[in-house]
């Protein structure tokens, strides 16, 4: 069965702190991998990866894909009460290009 | 551009009720999506459609009829509302079958 399994679930961090999340996926045939941020409203695009080892950045956030490892991370450094929210990892897959979410990592960053 | 727009924002059901939640798009996308969130549960599927005429069940159908109007417009029906169905609904559509998916404001939902 398709999954993406994100880690941590949770996770609070001080504000300037680095944080690093993680996107792990087991799918048939993977067609592209995407990144979102939901504060209390719908999710906001971030990023799209489809070739690995290529980074992907804007701002003060970045993220590569391993389509070897099969998992992406999602990195923030000098993080800002502006970043805390959940961030949501999917991956479409299949011949159906059937989009797969995880549970997402929710980051609450501390003035 | 409006992008994705739902209506209505908010609703009250009591149980064995109906209603229709709206949704239009106006970016010209084939793919269009009904998402129910919940709690600890993330984004669940309930009807996509990948092209203007067809549809298809997503992980959790039951209790759900969608029509495809046109290419713009996916409308998601709650024939007979149960607490169950007590959700944030997410509207979305893409261009296919690999590209970043565009959300709607969501309805919020409960059924009493």
């Known amino acids: 069965e398709d999954k993406v399994v994100q880690s941590p679930l949770s996770l609070v961090v001080h504000e300037g702190d680095t944080v690093t999340l993680n996107c792990s996926y087991e799918v048939t045939n993977f067609r592209s991998l995407l990144w979102y941020k939901q504060e209390k409203k719908a999710p906001t695009f971030l990023f799209m990866l489809t070739s690995s080892g290529i980074e992907k950045k804007s701002g003060r956030l970045s993220s590569i894909l391993d389509k070897k490892e099969l998992f992406s991370i999602l990195n923030i450094t000098a993080t800002q009460t502006g970043d805390s929210a959940v961030y949501l990892c999917a991956v479409y897959a299949g011949n159906n290009r059937k989009l797969i979410w995880g549970l997402g990592t929710s980051l609450a960053v501390n003035p | 551009n409006a992008g994705v727009t739902q209506t209505p924002k908010f609703q009250v059901l009591k149980t064995g009720q109906s209603m229709t939640l709206q949704c239009a798009q106006d970016?010209?996308?084939?793919?269009m999506y009904w998402y129910r969130q919940d709690p600890g549960m993330g984004l669940r599927l309930i009807y996509y459609?990948?092209?203007?005429?067809?549809?298809d069940k997503g992980e959790v159908p039951n209790g759900y009829n969608v029509s495809r109007l046109n290419k713009r417009e996916f409308s998601l029906r709650l024939e007979s509302a149960a607490p169950s169905q007590t959700s944030v609904y997410f509207c979305a559509s893409s261009e296919g079958g690999r590209d970043r998916v565009f959300f709607g404001p969501g309805t919020r939902l409960t059924v009493l």
């Open positions: 970016m010209n996308h084939n793919s």
């Open positions: 459609s990948a092209s203007e005429g067809t549809t």
